[in-house]
Nanobody
């Protein structure tokens, strides 16, 4: 069982920056892939960025060069540094974690954070 707590959202002007944090707690063996998704009303939740256990990253084309995902394994936390924010970045951002729960269980279980609102004004 894993609980994810997100923080760092807010209201910023175009060109501003925010850093989102997502801290995992509970009982798990290790955290595999961690990522950020976002969703706007009426749309599907879309991938923003991923980082795996080897620190390999993947970004959606719309945020490449502006956002950076990182993780601190000692703190079980994933971050999303968002720079040069645009109004089209406005969305609810969700943390996502694939966790291996025990030493003996090979499969991962996916967990979602509660979501944090990011609003970029023009």
């Amino acid at each position: 069982q894993v609980q994810l707590v997100e923080s760092g959202g807010g209201l910023v002007q175009s060109g501003g920056s925010l850093r989102l944090s997502c801290a995992a707690s509970g009982s798990f063996f290790f955290l595999a892939t961690m990522g950020w998704y976002r969703q706007t009303p009426g749309n599907e939740r879309e991938l923003v960025a991923l980082i795996n256990s080897g620190n390999s990253t993947n970004y959606s084309d719309s945020v490449k060069g502006r956002f950076a995902i990182s993780r601190d394994n000692a703190r079980n936390t994933v971050y999303l540094q968002m720079n040069s924010l645009k109004p089209e970045d406005t969305a609810v951002y969700y943390c996502n974690v694939a966790a291996r729960l025990t030493w003996s269980r090979l499969s991962n279980t996916v967990y979602w954070g509660q979501g944090t609102q990011v609003t970029v004004s023009s």
